[in-house]
């Protein structure tokens, strides 16, 4: 009987690896270095001796375990294969069959990490209980996952989810980190929503408790916004609404059951999540107005949970 | 052995029915009034009628049919249950129960018609060979449907593919058809580019043959870009761009392998395509440059094949 299945999270600096019971439950934890060097061929030897390793140190059979799980920093196809990955240094090749013929095990699967943390929020965290789920993430970039009938939704470039990138102000005059502009990602971002504080600190004579701040991040514009710093509350409602309103349009394309929010400066909490559900009420078609909102509960060990998933 | 199926379009006037053999051939068409009255709870018992009736007439006993594919100008839930369909009078039922009853076969799918459109264009239309599919419906209004991995994508409260309802001009002024404004609607439906006319003569002194023009309406537009009139080729570019921003948008949420261009507005052709794609191109997410773009080719037929496309 098939009692355990492995998920596990390739990032850019650490490998996490999950044990799961098949029931759901994670039954151990740990990680690994990420080594790039030679274009990154030593990292799927190195997660394979681990598992192996594993194994051995449980005493668990091969036959026990369901299959292993895997998520990567760039796009997958067909739940198998890489469309290059430069994080990893890695170009086009069959990453699911690759692990298969280093541990033996049979049943492989591949996804793109943002996918997989929206799958992993679906099952054990803020979409709990939901099929069609969109994940946000709001950390030095913006990016997303789409989750339809329990299912990722890769899309045909493995571009499904790249919410970032949306074209959110045609007037932008600077450059996304892409290399086009006007996105989602230039507003919504950490990065983004400092740009504009700096902005508007520029811009304004206001009064405002940003102006002593020593780091002024999105960090410190939400803390200042609790506080009830005009200028700060300014600067979260634009960020609301950009979020709230491109999110309505979303919802036009897929219309999910719930929006998770995640990724750091979803750390900033419910006054982030009411924000964006107000503007998103107001520009929402009608029929989507009751979409739910959610805060991410998993953190860094979504990818894991979603990787895990997809072999469960 | 199942030969046969049908595929059963539900308009405001007219219901049109296809009678199909199971290898996808359209072997009859025609088509009975939508009787409205009484809520349109004559609807229904028409369509069974005159499905029975055409059994009867070729003699084809009802083992050898496979089921009937039903779409609706209205919101569907779980491929059976219409949410509220003003156009017909309907409430909230289970059109494919009901159906069942009524004629005995016991296959019975329902879809909203623009998506059952989009399914029928990916299957032997515009859409053809792929699985991945956006069909966009230029109209007196902008409908949409999403199809993914050969299925349509509904959306949890029925709203997937309602893309003309996404924001794409925070400065607008007027309001769209459902009561909210800056939607794609007001911009690349046949509505949107009459109105985009008639300002841009009222504003210009710039000499065009627009300004004789009886009835200046998107066909007329398109057909003076044609002759290479700058104004009309202005209005073109403007909506080509409105257009292609948002289908970038899209790519950034479901990514398709195709884009396929239907509905009144679509009869411009190629002119269309091009702007769009050109447009398209310049703002889209670097993964989904290459995605490609089609004309719809089943026309006011491609609901039914949709329809008949769910049972097979």
Redesign the interface.
């Known amino acids: 009987m098939k009692k355990y299945a492995f998920g596990v999270d390739i990032g850019g600096t650490t490998v996490k690896i999950g044990l799961f019971e098949t029931n759901g439950e994670l039954s151990q934890k740990w990680e690994i270095p990420t080594r790039k060097e030679g274009n990154g061929s030593k990292i799927l030897p190195d997660i394979a001796a681990s598992l192996n390793d594993k194994l051995k140190e449980l005493d668990i059979p091969k036959e026990e375990v369901a299959g292993v799980g895997i998520d990567v920093p760039g796009?997958i196809l067909d739940d198998e294969i890489v469309n290059r990955c430069v994080n990893l240094g890695w170009g086009v090749f069959n990453v699911a069959e690759k692990v298969r013929k280093l541990t033996g095990l049979d049943k492989v699967k591949v996804a793109n990490d943002a996918n997989a943390a929206a799958l992993g929020e679906m099952w054990q965290g803020g979409g709990e209980s939901h099929q069609?789920v969109v994940m946000v993430t709001l950390g030095t970039g913006v990016g997303?996952g789409?989750i339809?009938e329990g299912k990722i939704?890769a899309?045909?470039?493995?571009?499904?989810?790249?919410?970032?990138?949306?074209?959110v102000?045609?007037d932008e005059t600077q450059l996304c980190g892409?290399?086009?502009k006007s996105h989602l990602e230039q507003y919504a971002s950490a990065t983004g929503i400092a740009r504009k504080a700096k902005e508007l600190l520029a811009e304004s004579s206001e009064e405002s408790s940003l102006r002593g701040v020593d780091q002024l991040d999105a960090k410190a514009v939400f803390d200042a916004a609790k506080e009830g710093d005009k200028l700060a509350l300014e600067i979260v409602d634009f960020v609301g609404e950009t979020l709230g309103?491109a999110l309505?349009?979303?919802?036009?394309?897929?219309?999910?059951?719930v929006y998770v929010i995640g990724g750091g400066v979803s750390k900033a909490g419910q006054i982030l999540l009411d924000t964006v559900q107000k503007h998103f009420v107001d520009?929402a078609?009608?029929?989507?107005g009751?979409?739910e909102f959610a805060l991410a509960q998993l953190g860094n060990d979504a990818g894991m949970y979603g990787a895990v998933k997809m072999v469960l």
Chains 1, 2 share one sequence.
């Not at 899309?155 to 074209?167: C, K, Q, V, Y």
């Not at 309505?248 to 059951?257: K, L, M, N, R, Y």
């Open positions: 796009p069609n997303g789409i339809s939704v899309g045909a470039f493995g571009a499904s989810g790249e919410i970032g990138h949306m074209l102000n045609k892409c290399g086009k309103t309505a349009s979303i919802s036009c394309v897929f219309d999910p059951e520009a078609f009608h029929a989507s009751g979409t």
